[in-house]
């Protein structure tokens, strides 16, 4: 199962808990228009969005010889 793992950044107390709501929020609004379903286990200054599906696939460009 892919995993996301969001910061809360540097502030502290209640303003950090904001930060990391507003940004759990917006990560999880994109993977909810590609996945079905979504986790969301908050930590400690971080969260971590489990979801069913593939991740996201990186284009990888051949270097020249």
């Known amino acids: 199962m892919p995993v996301v793992t969001v910061r809360a950044g540097s502030k502290t107390g209640p303003a950090q808990l904001d930060a990391l709501v507003r940004k759990v929020t917006q990560k999880t609004s994109g993977l909810l228009q590609e996945n079905d379903r979504v986790l969301v286990v908050y930590r400690e200054g971080h969260a971590s969005l489990y979801y069913e599906g593939e991740p ?6 051949p270097r020249p010889v």
């Not at 996201?56 to 460009?61: A, D, G, I, K, W």
């Open 56 to 61: 996201p696939s990186r284009v990888v460009t």
